[in-house]
């Protein structure tokens, strides 16, 4: 840190705040399930569940067993949800660590019920019905057997039955409309035949803002917890609050004459005499090799471009228009004080959650607490 002054700065009050948003949109008594998978969308999955559960998320996410044993490691007790596929090795860590696991299938649920039984306890499950994200899940028309096969395992109990959206995102929420009255319908012949499910979840963030029939007794939202864009065809960011920066201090400035080049295969040529600043960031960072020549870093006083290509550790900025930028001061990749994280994804063509999801470990966590900016 001392060495290499860069780290991605994580606003927990920010996490908690959008929680709180989140949370009052939905139905009274309904839950939140905070998706906390893939390290928390870079952000650090257990700060940020602390932080989702200070808002009032009753619940986690994550994709695989270890992601949630990890959470148990870091002393997180809330329910977590493993929502991938888990096989027999995952079933026995997952049932061993106090997991709730995502079901696909009858012959699924029978490894978490061996695991359970194996250890004396009971496992919630959740049965995952894939309604047209053609993903995990079983057939629609499979679901209401394999859902009372399942309830009748021992070991086991059937807390939920879930499913995803292919596209809550969209300006058109057609295809979303349709999986939902697909989903309750799997429901409903579930329950006629006299099963109860308690818990009927399938809203990530998009599903949760624009679609309010799918909040139903819990969502799912994770994007929408870090303050980022669930869509870009649909405002999904207001009453949210980015919760990451991705910040360096300038490590070297030097001015350099007309002509020179900069970076490897020399693709930025200076047309004038130009100062250069060098920030600690690369592509190993997170800090993606297509920003080359395209993307901008903020100072207070305004935004430098990136010049030549990104290296794997370090990337230079033209601060000629700002003389004010001096060694040591701080340069903004994204987040509040920079570029916007969805400024940054448009620029290359991807979404929101790959930028955060990109920012790699050797970049250090700072967790900040800080009062709303709006
Ligand atoms: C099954 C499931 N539910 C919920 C989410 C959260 O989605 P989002 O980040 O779009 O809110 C994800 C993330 O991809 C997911 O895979």
Request: aromatic share 6%.
């Amino acid at each position: 840190m001392i060495d290499r002054p860069a780290w991605a700065e994580v606003n927990l009050s920010a996490v908690t705040r959008n929680i709180r948003s989140l949370k009052s949109l939905m139905p009274p008594g309904s839950r939140i399930c905070a998706v906390v998978k893939a390290d928390g969308y870079g952000h650090g999955a257990a700060a940020v569940s602390r932080a989702a559960l200070a808002g009032g998320a009753e619940r986690l996410a994550v994709a695989f067993a270890e992601e949630g044993i990890e959470l148990r490691r870091q002393g997180i007790t809330a329910p977590v949800l493993v929502l991938g596929y888990t096989g027999p090795e995952g079933a026995r860590r997952a049932v061993g660590w106090g997991l709730d696991v995502t079901v696909l299938s009858e012959d699924n649920a029978r490894l978490v019920s061996e695991a359970a039984t194996a250890l004396g306890g009971t496992a919630r499950v959740h049965l995952k019905v894939d309604t047209g994200m053609s993903r995990l899940g079983i057939g629609p028309e499979e679901a209401p057997a394999a859902a009372r096969a399942i309830a009748a395992l021992p070991g086991l109990e059937l807390e939920g039955v879930f499913s995803h959206f292919a596209a809550s995102d969209a300006a058109d929420s057609g295809f979303a409309r349709e999986q939902l009255a697909r989903y309750l319908d799997v429901i409903a012949r579930i329950e006629d035949s006299g099963l109860r499910i308690p818990l009927r979840h399938m809203a990530n963030s998009g599903g949760l803002l624009f679609l309010p029939e799918a909040r139903l007794d819990m969502a799912r939202p994770g994007i929408s917890v870090y303050g980022l864009r669930a869509s870009s065809e649909r405002d999904s960011l207001s009453g949210l609050e980015p919760a990451m920066a991705l910040r360096a201090r300038v490590v070297q400035t030097r001015t350099v004459p007309a002509g020179t080049t900069v970076s490897y295969g020399r693709t930025f040529r200076a047309a004038r005499i130009t100062r250069l600043a060098v920030l600690p960031l690369g592509y190993a960072d997170g800090v993606f090799r297509s920003l080359s020549n395209r993307g901008e870093v903020g100072f207070p006083s305004g935004r430098a471009p990136i010049v030549g290509r990104v290296c794997m550790d370090q990337c230079m900025v033209d601060v000629t228009d700002l003389p004010e930028v001096r060694e040591g001061d701080v340069g903004t990749f994204f987040g509040p004080g920079g570029p916007a994280v969805g400024e940054v994804a448009d620029r290359i063509g991807t979404i929101d959650y790959e930028i955060t999801c990109a920012v790699n470990k050797r970049v250090p966590r700072v967790y900040t607490e800080e009062e709303s900016r709006r």
